[in-house]
């Protein structure tokens, strides 16, 4: 344990985690307390009030979106990734860190990291059917052009 002054005794963190603040409580009354914090999560745990069993850990989130040329403006899809972690859940596969992918409906799914894995070699071999359509294509306009 960590003395922080003589009223306040902050915990050490376990193996791969940091000591953060996070502010606990309701916009009217909370207070600021100090949790173990996962070394990949960028989650600011002080930006609103939680509940202590609130509090998930996030990683920054990537994502790729898919556009038409008819109308650039409106997504077609737009896939995102993150890794989290809620250690409040009563399920243990939730308290694991899993990776949290979603398209921007209400449905989300959660990957074990050899979930995880499967999927990005069946997007690997996806994109690369993706490139041979854009080379097939590219290569019937220059015929049609000629």
């Known amino acids: 344990m960590t003395v922080v002054d003589d009223r306040t005794a902050v915990p050490a963190a376990p193996v791969e985690h ?7 409580g309701t916009y009217r009354r909370h207070q600021v307390v100090y949790i173990p914090c996962p070394y990949w999560c960028t989650e600011d745990h002080m930006d609103s009030p939680y ?3 609130d509090i ?4 920054d989130m990537s994502g790729v979106q898919v556009s038409s040329f008819l109308d650039e403006s409106t997504a077609l899809y737009n896939w995102w ?5 809620d250690p409040a859940s009563g399920d243990p596969r939730m308290r694991a860190a899993h990776v949290l992918m979603g398209d921007d409906s209400a449905e989300e799914a959660r990957l074990t990291p050899e979930m995880a894995e ?3 070699d069946d997007l690997i071999s996806f994109a690369a059917q993706i490139r041979m359509a854009a080379l097939t294509a590219r290569q019937a306009n220059r015929v049609a052009v000629a």
């Open 51 to 53: 509940a202590l069993e």
């Open 56 to 59: 998930c850990h996030y990683a």
């Open 118 to 120: 499967a999927l990005s």
């Open 81 to 85: 990734v993150r890794v989290e972690s």
């Open 18 to 24: 940091r000591i953060v603040p996070a502010l606990i």
